[in-house]
């Protein structure tokens, strides 16, 4: 094992690039030490940032630098597959923007490959590197919220419009990689309608509702065209709700002791029409009790993010973002894709795929 930081390539210098390189850069188990951009406005932005760091056009000259041992891809997703292939071929580690790729079998060959060639393969799903997602995973683990009910997001702004994916492939990953991290149940079938308002034809509008079964439900509300930012989840229990409200500077979570009781009854007792006295017996009150926001540190996502691949890759430290987990949200944006497709009927999510990984 080595003390020394990883050295790492970033390709793409457009809006998520200078923060990789910024990162790195600042992580004690990496270093930024070269840059890939195709544009020659972004290459002659990246150079006046990083007058230090060499910038190249290709993909295949950053390879060829020695110090290259690992590469960022902060590209569109329909480059993620070919980038992230010639970078583990050529044995390097990587680090993928969210999505993987753009397909199922995309992203199953990439994984395949790493473990063929022994190389790191993590995805960027940066917002489980949060202290809120943190929080509500804890949540989860100690059942602090009891039996949960559903999971509610709201992901909205105006724009920034992709020119590759619609709305789902472009927000939805953030929601999908939080439910996988988060919720210890997967998805049974997924249901999705949207819309498209500009002449691209992709979706900009956009409702995604995933059956977990067992009476459990997620949805998740995607648009480019509101007039605001909005970044909030709500967390239904049988005990306890959480929001998640990333737009707060402060008490991004909060933890509401409020909820229903249900007395009289055992279980999830249907109700009918013609059940006068089970419709009597059970008797639904309504709690309301304390609200808290637990303390939270002020670490940078994408910092943590970008010290953990070093340490992996250094020291083989255990991490959650790995490639089956940006699998796992391509085989659910693949489900909705198929089902908006389909007019919103639903969709199973084809978890089989998985098992020959």
């Not at 999908?176 to 079938?189: A, E, G, M, N, W």
């Not at 949805?219 to 929001?243: C, D, E, F, T, Y």
Request: proline content about 5%.
């Amino acid at each position: 094992m080595s003390d020394r930081p990883v050295g790492v390539g970033v390709v793409g210098h457009g809006y998520w690039g200078p923060r990789l390189v910024r990162n790195f850069q600042n992580a004690d188990t990496t270093r930024a030490v070269a840059i890939c951009e195709h544009d020659e406005n972004r290459r002659k932005l990246a150079r006046q940032a990083n007058p230090s760091l060499p910038v190249v056009t290709e993909v295949e000259e950053l390879l060829a630098i020695p110090e290259v041992e690992a590469v960022a891809i902060a590209t569109p997703v329909a480059t993620h597959h070919p980038l992230a292939k010639k970078a583990l071929l050529a044995d390097r580690h990587v680090l993928v923007e969210k999505p993987i790729t753009r397909s199922a079998e995309e992203g199953a060959e990439l994984i395949r490959l790493a473990r063929e060639r022994k190389r790191t393969l993590m995805v960027d799903h940066t917002f489980l590197f949060t202290p809120a997602v943190q929080k509500l995973r804890e949540l989860m683990e100690s059942e602090e919220l009891g039996e949960l009910l559903y999971y509610d997001s709201i992901r909205i702004n105006l724009g920034l419009f992709q020119p590759d994916v619609d709305v789902i492939w472009d927000l939805a990953p953030h929601d999908l990689s939080i439910l996988d991290f988060v919720i210890p149940h997967r998805p049974r079938r997924i249901s999705a309608i949207g819309a498209s308002h500009s002449p691209s034809g992709l979706s900009d509008v956009a409702y995604v509702t995933l059956d977990f079964g067992d009476n459990l439900l997620g949805h998740l509300h995607l648009n480019w065209l509101a007039p605001m930012k909005v970044r909030q989840i709500l967390i239904g229990g049988s005990k306890k709700m959480a929001v998640f409200n990333d737009i707060l500077a402060d008490e991004k979570v909060r933890i509401y002791n409020r909820g229903i009781d249900i007395a009289g009854s055992e279980g999830r007792r249907t109700i009918t029409p013609d059940d006068r006295e089970g419709r009597y017996q059970t008797l639904i009150s309504y709690r309301t009790g304390d609200v808290y926001a637990p303390w939270l540190n002020r670490t940078e996502a994408l910092f943590s993010e970008c010290s953990l691949f070093g340490r992996v890759i250094r020291d083989g430290s255990p991490f959650f973002n790995d490639g089956l987990s940006g699998l796992r949200v391509v085989l659910m944006l693949e489900a909705a894709t198929r089902s908006l497709n389909s007019d919103g009927g639903f969709v199973d999510v084809a978890w089989d795929r998985l098992e020959d990984l």
